[in-house]
């Protein structure tokens, strides 16, 4: 499974690596850090899953997502804040995010998550 992490802050860029390599299956394909190379790269890569901060360079992640879900509908989509508010969750998962997590709780979950997206479970 094919991953690409849209984040710019680089201790949790090697925090997600290191999980990427750790779960079996799971393959970095790319990184970036500004909005708009976020939405080339993607539709250019078109991975399986993306990892997406809502906070990052040159826009928001919010519009990322948009994007991303118009043009790949069944892309995987994590999101991975630091800024977990109810209505910034509401607003992510009604755009098409797969999953909601705070990075200040939530790192633990991502292999078991990378997991049930290999077998096939829904989010």
């Known amino acids: 499974m094919e991953v690409f992490i849209v984040d710019d802050s680089?201790?949790?860029?090697?925090?997600?690596?290191?999980?990427?390599?750790?779960?079996?299956?799971?393959e970095f394909v790319g990184l970036a850090a500004h909005a708009s190379a976020a939405i080339q790269s993607i539709a250019k890569i078109e991975p399986d899953v993306v990892i997406l901060d809502v906070h990052i360079l040159g826009g928001s992640?919010?519009?990322?997502?948009?994007?991303?879900?118009?043009?790949?509908?069944?892309?995987?989509?994590?999101?991975?804040?630091?800024?977990?508010?109810?209505?910034?969750?509401?607003?992510?998962?009604?755009?098409?995010?797969?999953?909601?997590?705070?990075?200040?709780?939530?790192?633990?979950?991502?292999?078991?998550?990378f997991r049930d997206m290999m077998r096939g479970k829904a989010a």
């Open 10 to 26: 680089s201790m949790v860029v090697e925090r997600l690596l290191d999980i990427i390599r750790r779960v079996h299956g799971l």
């Open 61 to 113: 992640g919010i519009d990322v997502l948009k994007a991303v879900k118009e043009s790949l509908p069944f892309l995987k989509v994590i999101v991975l804040t630091s800024f977990p508010s109810p209505q910034l969750r509401k607003r992510c998962m009604a755009l098409g995010a797969d999953y909601f997590l705070d990075k200040s709780t939530d790192f633990g979950k991502l292999p078991e998550i």
